[in-house]
């Protein structure tokens, strides 16, 4: 069964399931694959080896089967193949001649991916960003290993704090005290995102589809959940907990870098606890709010000299704002690391949201006294010490931490 939406031009949803090599995606994956929520889904896998055994896993085929990526990963070696996979599925060609789009993609990545370079792919993308709409990015965690492989895998901690949701698996396997004390650690790198144990999961609704915007906003949950509550900023240690056994704590810090690019793992020791190119730079969330209207230029020239400035240190961004222009109607922004995607206006502000600007930054890395500056002065909440708007555009030397490349 082919979906009439793509045909309407009506995006198609994107579902990017990750999470830590062996955490169980494809369990869950297969478990949920035969649900009506899932029944115009592509499935597309990814896996790190040649021999490509997860499509062979994955029982219940949809109506464009499973399509394996293989021989690479999708956040370096194979993103191209991904874009191009992405671009036949939305336009009923390639691979699945004759067809007509599906209503949905599930893209499985590897274990060791880091999925900000495979959302910025899509979202940079001129035919992409605009067939597809980012449902959400669902986070599978092993309770058996979680502690040590967070403490241990910037991977895992990157997938964590994108994560729309996260899906606790293995619960069965360990005591009450391992999962609280694996909640608490997940919780530290991502403290917004619902946490489902998959031993309770029984649909596909709310696990793997229906974790954007829209659907919030359609099962009357507001803004709130999308965003994420509670909507606390500060530093979120990367690692276990500081009492952690030793093997479970987070490397000492290496040379700054955060944002760079994965270019191919096979040149990473992953398992000699030696990962060249993650550094391990805090993961911190960042809350800025105002209630005060801001024009739309401002807001404009705030994300672009955000991204510019430290968007290789944003791995996720998502916001509502109060437009000077027109209050009655939110715009909504969301972001992976320097892409944008098309902002969007809602109807109306959702019953029971308030009313102000609210936006969301995850980032790695990430100076907040430099984010906080920045928005203050285009929003017009200047601290006493820093540079307003008319400085900073005249001068982006006057942010504190923005530096001009000569
Ligand atoms: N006890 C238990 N085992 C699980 C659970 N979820 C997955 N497993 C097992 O964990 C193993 C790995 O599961 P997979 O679904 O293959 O994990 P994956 O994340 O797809 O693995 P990769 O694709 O290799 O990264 C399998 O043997 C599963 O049966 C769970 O909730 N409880």
Known sequence: MASDDGARGVPIR?????????????????????????GDAA????EFGEAAIDPLLIEAVSSDGVISLSNGCLCCTVRGELVDTLADLAAGAGATEGRRPPARVLVETTGLADPGPILSAIMAHPFLSHAYALDGVVTVVDAAHGLATLAAHEESRRQIAVADRIVLTKADLVSADAVASLHAAVRRINPRAPIVDAATVTGAEGVLVGCGLADSLSRGEGLSNWLGEPLRSGPLPGGAPRNAPRDQQACPSEADGAGDDCSDHAG???????????????????SLETDRPVPFDAIASFLEILTETAGGKILRMKGVVLLAENPARPLVIHGVQGFMHPPAQLPAWPRGAAAKTLIVLIGSGLDERYAR????????????????????????????GHRFEA
């Open 268 to 286: 990473h020791r992953h398992h000699g606890h030696d990962h060249d190119h993650f550094r391990h730079d805090a993961i911190r969330s960042i």
């Open 373 to 400: 500056d920045l928005f203050g002065a285009f929003t017009g909440g200047i601290a006493p010490d820093a540079a307003d708007r008319a400085a900073i555009e005249a001068n982006p030397l006057a942010v504190p």
């Open 14 to 38: 994107l579902t990017l399931l990750t999470g830590f090599l062996g955490a169980g995606k494809t369990t869950l994956l297969n478990r949920l694959i035969g649900d009506p929520a899932l």
């Open 43 to 46: 499935v597309v896998v990814n």
